[in-house]
């Protein structure tokens, strides 16, 4: 049973534009979720993190959206670029959980020029 | 540099052979974990060591084994026993307090692949 999920396996946009990236989750335990970039062979570099306990985080281009009650997250990139072209992960944790992650497939997002 | 360095890059292993994987971080990270990635799919937790000598099988330890003697260090060892052992094998640290949430950093991975 997949408890994070990203039902996009892939993501199209024009440089200059926002992407939007989808997560959704089913375990209420989790209470801190990550998003990571990864390129090919190699590993995933932490991008930005969100708490439970808000509902919205930033970082320069990249704002992290927290919906408790859909379970639901979201990663937007403003503005795109070509250079954001990568895997993105989604993962969530809990406390208590050892700080286990708990890894979605993935998107595959291109920015095209 | 801090950083977490994984060897080798890529690791070719023979049917019926056991092969380690290194990880070393200097970071000064408590926590240590190792994941699978196989292809369309997300990372997949192996083991993990919230401190030396110490840890806890993940959610496909089968078929693999691991050891903390240092804080610094985390090999795995693929055993004959794991069955499709083909991957991209990622070790990533944190700074592992409790009741912290603190994100995993990762190394570059190695390519495991059977001859």
């Known amino acids: 049973d997949q408890q994070v999920k990203q039902n996009s396996p892939s993501l199209s946009v024009q440089e200059g534009r926002i992407s939007i ?4 989750y089913t375990n209420s335990m989790f209470d801190y979720f990550l998003w990571y970039k990864k390129y090919p062979a190699e590993g995933p570099t932490f991008l930005i993190s969100i708490s439970s306990i808000k509902d919205k985080n930033e970082d320069g281009r990249f704002t992290v959206f927290l919906n408790k009650s859909a379970k639901h997250l979201s990663l937007h990139i403003v503005p795109s670029q070509p250079g954001d072209s990568a895997v993105y992960f989604c993962a969530a944790s809990w406390q208590g959980g050892s700080e286990k992650l708990v890894f979605g497939k993935g998107t595959k997002l291109t920015v095209n020029p | 540099d801090g950083g977490i360095t994984q060897s080798p ?11 380690t994987l290194s990880c070393e971080q200097n970071l000064n990270h408590d926590a240590m974990y190792w994941y699978r990635q196989d292809p369309g799919q997300g990372l997949r937790l192996i083991y993990y060591s919230q401190i030396v000598n110490d840890f806890q ?13 240092k804080k ?3 090999p795995l060892t693929v055993t004959s026993a794991q069955k499709n052992p083909t991957a991209f094998y990622l070790c990533a640290s944190s700074i592992g307090y409790r009741g912290t949430n603190q994100p995993q950093h990762f190394g570059d991975g190695t390519r495991l692949s059977i001859l």
Do not use: H, P, T, W
């Open chain 1, 21 to 24: 990236l989808n997560c959704d």
């Open chain 2, 72 to 74: 610094e260090s985390f």
């Open chain 2, 9 to 19: 890059k890529y690791l070719f292993r023979k049917e019926g052979q056991n092969v």
């Open chain 2, 57 to 69: 099988k993940g959610d496909i330890a089968e078929g693999y084994s691991v050891s903390r003697e």
